[in-house]
């Protein structure tokens, strides 16, 4: 099992994007990866496949935005999508061989991977689907956060 802390994805308003059904989805990739870090190694296949429907509704959903709207940035976006999926195909065929670990070390990867891919890539496509539908850039509101 997996508890190392940098590999740790937690939920939080930091994540939000204030478009709500990207942040809805996001919500539930946090969960969905946590679940493959922590369960017990007999159930890694599950929680790989529960991945894998996590990962086609949510990727497909931001690619379909992409191409619906014709989001200028797409290519590099979407090519992330598509290198995330490539990757999973392949550790299930090592975790259908009996080996685990590999699941976990992608989860963990996925841990990190998300934050960054959420900032840069998500965020811009996240406000341009907020805009067409509200004209405006969206407001983001956020619990918890400090101010100095
Ligand atoms: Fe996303
Ligand atoms: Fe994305």
New binding site residues.
């Given amino acids: 099992m997996n508890t190392d802390s940098d590999t740790e994805l937690v939920w939080s308003d930091a994540l939000l994007l204030g478009y709500e059904p990207m942040d809805e989805v996001h919500e539930e990739f946090v969960d969905v990866v946590n679940r493959l870090l922590s369960c017990p190694d007999d159930e890694v296949l599950k929680y790989l496949d529960e991945f894998f429907v996590h990962a086609e509704q949510?990727?497909g959903l931001?690619d379909r935005w992409m191409t619906e709207t014709e989001f200028p940035p797409r290519d590099c976006?979407m090519a992330?999508?598509a290198a995330v999926l490539k990757s999973a195909h392949e550790v299930r065929e090592y975790v259908a061989a009996g080996n685990t670990e590999v699941a976990r070390s992608f989860a963990a990867e996925l841990a990190r991977w998300f934050p960054g891919?959420?900032d840069y890539?998500?965020s811009a496509?996240a406000q341009w689907m907020f805009k067409r539908q509200h004209g405006g850039k969206p407001l983001v509101f956020r619990r918890n956060i400090a101010t100095a």
């Fill in positions: 949510h990727f931001e976006h992330e999508h891919h959420a890539l998500d496509l």
